[in-house]
């Protein structure tokens, strides 16, 4: 059992940061691939990036790509998302995920067993 808890949401102008945190619970939070989606009003939640279980590897959406970093901590059982250049269509909930090992896919959300309750992201324009 993983419990998540996301941390950092907030209201920011369009061109500013923001960085999330997701903190862990469990001893196994190391062997855990991790996620990020976002779901805004009325859409479908999306995959925004992803990051492995040791870290050596990360994989973002598109639209993100070069603004947002994922990183994680192991050893404090926590994983980030510092987004940049923040525009008012990255505004939604963002969730924390964790997808045990062996990864079946680290874009689907079907794919991940535990998730946080969400945290607000708003940017203005």
């Known amino acids: 059992q993983v419990q998540l808890v996301e941390s950092g949401g907030g209201l920011v102008q369009a061109g500013g940061s923001l960085r999330l945190s997701c903190a862990a619970s469990g001893r196994t939070f190391s062997s855990y691939a991790m996620g990020w989606f976002r779901q805004a009003p009325g859409k479908e939640r999306e995959f925004v990036a992803a990051?492995?279980?040791?870290?050596?590897?990360?994989y973002y959406t598109g639209s993100v790509k070069g603004r947002f970093t994922i990183s994680r901590d192991n050893a404090r059982r926590t994983v980030y998302l510092q987004m940049n250049s923040l525009k008012p269509e990255d505004t939604a909930v963002y969730y924390c995920?964790?997808?045990?090992?062996?990864?079946?896919?680290?874009?689907?959300?079907?794919?991940?067993?535990?998730w946080g309750q969400g945290t607000q992201v708003a940017v203005s324009s």
């Open positions: 990051i492995s279980w040791g870290g050596g590897s990360t």
């Open positions: 995920s964790a997808q045990p090992n062996p990864v079946q896919d680290y874009y689907a959300p079907s794919a991940y067993a535990y």
